[in-house]
Structure formats: C-alpha cells, structure tokens
C-alpha cells in the first residue's frame, strides 16, 4: 500500500447466490399458471427461471488518499452498499483486494475494524436504554480505550458535539441530530485514521446538517480520511475532494467535481415546474437527439407541483420541444430556468437516473 493512500481497493468483487426455492415454494409454483404476469413476477421471463447469482459488486478498483473526503455516490442497487459493507468487514469479498490503513480487510480483519470509524446509514448503533454518556462508556470499554484516557476522551468528544448539557439523558429523548452527533462522537472515540460516514446528515434539518458538514470539514483539517456517502448531490458538490461514481457495480467516473462537470460544462441544464405530474412526455424528451440525460421529481416546495429536469446540448431547441410537449398534454407550466450543469446533472448523464432514484 502507498504511504500517501488510506484506502485501496483492487477489483473487488462480490457475488451473491440465491437459494433454490424450498419444497413448498416449488410446490406454489406448480400451481401458477403458466405465463403471464405471474411467471414474470417469479422473475424470470419466458423460462421461468432466476439468475442462479448476483453480482452485487462487479471489478471496482479505486484508491483514497490520507486526509482527503472521497465521495462515493450511487442509486439505490448500484452497489454503493455492498462495497461500504466489504470495506468494514461486514461482508467478504468473492474477489479482489482491498485495504484499510494498510490492513487487508480479509486477512486482518480486526486490525481494519481498529482503523475505521463508522457511522451506517439506518444503523441502530446506540442504545436508546442509555444515556448519552453511557453509551461512549460502554463503546469505549469495547473499542478498548485505557479507562483514564476514555473519561477525557469522552469528556472532549461530549463537548464538541454539545451534548455535554444532555450527557445524562437517555437517548431515546434525544432528537436525531442528536443521535447523530452522538454516534459521530462514538465513531471518534479510539480517534481512527479512518472514518466511513454513510448518510450522515440524512433526516437531518438544514441547521443541523449545515453544523455537521462543518464537523466533518473539521475532521478533514485535523487528518482524518473520509468516506462520505450521501443522497444530497450539493452536498457531495461543497465537501469532496474526489468523488466516485458507481452503477450496476462499476466505477463509471471518478475525478474531483470540478473535473466531472467540465465534462458536460458545453451542456444546460433545462428545469420546468409544471401544476402536476407529466405524462407520457418524459420518453419522448429522451429521444430528442440532443438530450443527455431526462429526470422528473416531486418539487419539494410544500405543493403538489412536479420539476422536470433536462441535461441538453442545445438549450433553446430542447426548451421549444419541452413546452410544445407540455402544452399537447395539458400541463401548467409555473416556472422554467436554464442553468449551467451542477454535479447532480453530471450523475443523471452518466447514470440515467437522479441520485434520489
């Protein structure tokens, strides 16, 4: 492993094989129809059977270098998941390497997991029946942390994520700011070279998520590695040095943000905020010999409004095409706006999908 590198990753791999069907579910089958949607649904098509395997991750190579925040963004089932779970010990690989703060993750996992603080998207990792306070003390004795150097550990890290005030309150009274911060701090407590946030500000309001992206660019100051997952491309955008994109379990870009949107930087990007959801359009929009890339999302504003959003070489010409479509079908159009491309762009071109997929 490089000195100047906190994590590599060499071809990795991951293959998941499905389980044969038990006794009774052969036995349900027989009983289908033949045909039909009901043989789609056993997935399957016109044979009727499943891929006997999955290929979750599929050959992702790709290096971290110390200090920096890697970003690592994908849609839901691209893979994103699998390989964090690989780089924490949770899963092994089928094939591949990769390493930790220069630890193999399968032949030393225990000394990657000493280099590598977590924070999982969707984890329960703190117990609610606890306080605050307990919580660090219990994971400090697990993590092994020296008993006097663990109560000024705990003592600092209570402070920085002004929890000191609630220490002793149980943390099912916490709100999820709080809980969050809370296993940040837990994540700092044997101080990891390492630190894998996944999600971290996900539920978060705008005033605790601005204060925690703050914290993690405070960490990078201070030497930390990061690797950050998010599903909110601005903030990829604002706090990653580099950033890796991942789809059908390979690595389709991989570059700062600056370089990835120079790339389409002779691309707008077209947004129309239409009354209702369109219909029918969106297909034809992607068949426009121009257009890069096509997405249509709930706009978020409190409204029941729809923003379409298109990636396109040729703005003018897209837009005149976009409103006649919109017209023919009997949508409102409420604002429109042509801007240039933002990273977000930059995925929907590459992927075909939002990061919000």
């Known amino acids: 492993m490089s000195v100047a590198n906190a994590i590599e990753v060499e071809d990795l791999r991951r293959t998941f094989t499905r389980r044969a069907p038990n006794t009774l579910t052969r036995m349900f089958s027989r009983q289908r129809p033949k045909g039909g949607s009901n ?29 920096e925040i890697f970003g690592l963004l994908g849609p839901n089932g691209a893979g994103k998941t699998t390989t964090i779970k690989m780089l924490c010990t949770l899963l092994e690989p089928t094939l591949g390497t990769a390493r930790v703060a220069g630890f193999d993750i399968v032949r030393e996992p225990a000394r990657v997991r000493a280099s590598l603080g977590t924070v999982l998207s969707g984890e329960r990792s703190l117990y609610w029946k606890l306080t605050g306070r307990e919580n660090l003390e219990y994971f400090a004795a697990l993590y092994d942390v020296e008993p006097s150097t663990a109560r000024e550990r705990i003592r600092e890290l209570l402070d920085r994520f002004e929890l000191a005030d609630k220490a002793n309150e149980l943390v099912e009274r916490y709100s999820t700011g709080m809980r969050q911060r809370l296993s940040i701090a837990r994540a700092l407590l044997a101080n990891p070279p390492v630190l894998l946030l996944d999600e971290p500000t996900a539920g978060l309001d705008p005033q605790s998520a601005r204060n925690l992206r703050e914290v993690v660019r405070e960490l990078k100051g201070e030497g930390h590695t990061i690797l950050l997952t998010t599903h909110y491309m601005a903030e990829a955008d604002e706090l990653s040095d580099r950033i890796a994109i991942i789809d059908h379990g390979k690595v389709i870009a991989l ?10 930087q002779q691309m707008h990007s077209v947004e129309v905020e239409t009354d209702r959801a369109p219909n029918g359009i969106l297909d034809e929009l992607r068949s426009l010999p121009l257009v890069r890339g096509v997405e249509c999302v709930q706009s978020g504003n409190g409204y029941e ?33 042509v801007a240039e491309p933002t990273l977000e762009d930059v995925f929907i071109a590459l992927t075909g999908k939002s990061l919000r997929y």
């Open 255 to 264: 570059d700062t943000p600056a370089v990835l949107k120079h790339h389409i």
């Open 305 to 337: 409004t729809w923003t379409i959003r298109v990636l396109t070489e040729n703005s003018r010409q897209t837009l005149d095409a976009l409103l006649d479509l919109l017209r023919a079908g009997g949508e409102r159009v409420l604002n429109l706006r």
């Open 39 to 67: 043989a789609k649904e056993a997935g399957c098509g016109d044979s009727g059977k499943r891929p006997a395997a999955l290929v979750a991750v599929d050959g992702i190579t790709f290096d971290i270098r110390v200090g």
